[in-house]
């Protein structure tokens, strides 16, 4: 017989697992309140995603930033036809710099404070990143160079929104050195741009040629000048048996030419990227001094996925592409799906999620794996020369430096 102590504990028992589920059930249906109410309060995204895009147009690298904003055009359009990102399509805002600094600010503030941009490509100059970078931090902005290669850049304190899909030229000064080395030269003049981009390349050759090769000069220009007559009569007094020279088109066109008229197309020159691409119809004299007296390295890539690249913008544009325009195309893709896997339009967030995406991903440049300045971390670099084939001055690759 069941007593009446063992019948009230029973009931007790009962009503506190029935408090107990009411609880839980209570807690169940506050988090999905909550988890309703935070959903509701996240942005929405915009009902076009916009990517900024800085390139000079103008300007110096004219030629370049051409092909280079062709290729930004290229991969947005690629992005629009497979969906867009977070389901809306992606407008691309190009502005023109004129490969200055300052102007290339005024285009940042411009893209920031008008358009309501979180993402910018560009600008392709690292004096321009320079600029930038601080205002870029401040209002939590991220911008990706596809071309700015300034060592310097890694040293500042806003790189965390600063990244870059092509090396830093620590990598590019390490190839430069090698040519030079593996072609057994022993006497070295180094004729650079007095810019962050030549002087990044000086500083970074200089320490891998040291104790390998005798520098005989090295001499900062002003790439605005364009008479640079007293900078190649120094060089020719040392009678140097290379030249490593660091330029733009438009100085390179006076450089070159007038090293033709100084007699100095007996000596090699080696170049660094920034002068490929140049347009052979500026100077016939610029252009047979580099048939006959420079190489260079540039940045490059092979395979399947370069291959096909090239193969659409031909399609698209009826051209190859030049230098770096892999990188502008690489730069779109990643930021693209760096929006996606932040799922906000948020400069922060998606800087976040560009560390993430940023690892080992296949571009059509190679493989990019960022490092925690935004650098690219590896690359590949073509050695390359000018030929005159059936009266036309054309690009020819010679070799290939993996680093």
């Known amino acids: ?86 389901g809306k399509p992606v407008k691309l805002l190009l502005e023109d710099d004129a490969t200055d600094p300052a102007k290339s600010l005024e285009a940042f503030k411009k893209l920031v404070e008008v358009d309501g941009v979180e993402v910018v490509v560009g600008p392709m100059i690292s004096g321009a990143v320079m600029s930038i970078g601080p205002y870029a931090k401040e209002r ?67 320490e891998e040629l040291k104790d390998k090769v005798d520098i005989v000069a090295s001499i900062r220009y002003d790439p605005a000048k364009l008479d640079y007559l007293t900078e190649l009569g120094i060089i020719k007094d040392k009678k140097p048996d290379a030249v490593l020279h660091v330029g733009y088109h438009d100085d390179a066109a006076v450089v070159y030419r007038q090293a033709l008229e100084l007699g100095l197309d007996a000596i090699q020159w080696i170049a660094a990227e920034g002068v490929y691409g140049f347009d052979f119809k500026i100077s016939e004299d610029a252009s047979e001094f580099m048939r006959k007296a420079v190489i260079g390295t540039g940045l490059t890539a092979v395979g399947p996925a370069q291959d096909e690249f090239r193969a659409a913008y031909k399609k698209e544009f009826g051209v190859d592409p030049g230098l770096l325009c892999d990188t502008a195309y690489d730069a779109v893709k990643l930021l693209a799906l760096a929006i996606e896997k932040a799922g906000v339009y948020d400069g922060a967030k998606i800087r976040d999620a560009l560390w993430e995406v940023g690892k080992e991903y296949a571009g059509v440049s190679g493989t990019i794996t960022f490092n925690e300045k935004g650098d690219r971390v590896s690359g590949t670099y073509e050695v390359w020369k000018v030929d005159l084939v059936e009266g036309e001055y054309s690009w020819e690759r010679i070799g290939l430096i993996s680093l």
Not at 1 to 16: A, C, P, Y
Not at 41 to 63: N, Q, R, V
Not at 166 to 184: C, F, H, M, N, Y
Request: charged content about 20%.
């Open 140 to 206: 939590g902005v991220l911008l990706v160079s596809p071309s700015a290669t300034s060592p310097a850049i890694s040293e500042e304190p806003w790189t965390d929104f600063a990244f870059r899909t092509t090396p830093s030229d620590t990598l590019q000064g390490k190839a430069l050195a090698q040519v030079i080395t593996e072609r057994g030269f022993k006497k070295v003049a180094i004729l650079v741009m007095d810019n962050a981009y030549g002087v990044g390349i000086e500083v970074v050759a200089e």
């Open 1 to 86: 017989m069941v007593s009446l102590d063992q019948n009230t504990h029973e009931l007790r028992n009962s009503r506190r697992k029935e408090r107990i589920m009411v609880r839980k059930a209570i807690l169940v249906i506050a988090a999905a309140v909550l988890l309703i109410a935070v959903a509701a309060c996240a942005p929405a995204p915009p009902e076009e995603i916009k990517i900024g895009a800085i390139m000079s147009k103008t300007g110096a690298l004219a030629a370049m930033g051409e092909l280079i904003g062709d290729c930004a055009e290229l991969a947005v359009k690629e992005i629009n036809a497979a969906g867009g990102v977070l």
